[in-house]
């Protein structure tokens, strides 16, 4: 797979971050499908997001054995 370039991880935050405008809390995963991220990337891109304090990475397991992609503010 090609790595990604930054234009695409800056457009997914910016849906992100205006998802979380909306409501305090945003599934994230149709619009990172959308942009061309599969979870794994939007994973490790929630991660870093909140590691700069910018969201609180609410992507956890499931019972189901999926993941959640939400974010919360």
Same mark, same amino acid.
């Given at each position: 797979?090609?790595?990604?370039? +930054?234009? &695409? $991880? %800056?457009?997914?935050? &910016?849906?992100? !971050?205006?998802?979380?405008?909306? @409501?305090?809390? $945003?599934? /994230?995963?149709? /619009?990172?499908?959308?942009? @061309? +991220?599969?979870?794994?990337?939007?994973?490790?891109?929630?991660?870093? !997001?909140?590691?700069?304090?910018? /969201?609180?990475?609410? #992507?956890?397991? %499931? %019972? +189901? @054995?999926?993941?959640?992609?939400? /974010? %919360? #503010?």
């Amino acid at each position: 797979m090609p790595e990604r370039k +930054f234009n &695409d $991880a %800056s457009e997914l935050i &910016d849906e992100i !971050l205006n998802l979380l405008e909306e @409501g305090e809390e $945003a599934d /994230v995963r149709e /619009v990172s499908h959308e942009i @061309g +991220f599969d979870e794994s990337e939007t994973r490790e891109t929630l991660e870093i !997001l909140e590691m700069m304090g910018l /969201v609180k990475n609410l #992507a956890r397991p %499931s %019972s +189901f @054995g999926t993941e959640t992609l939400k /974010v %919360s #503010a």
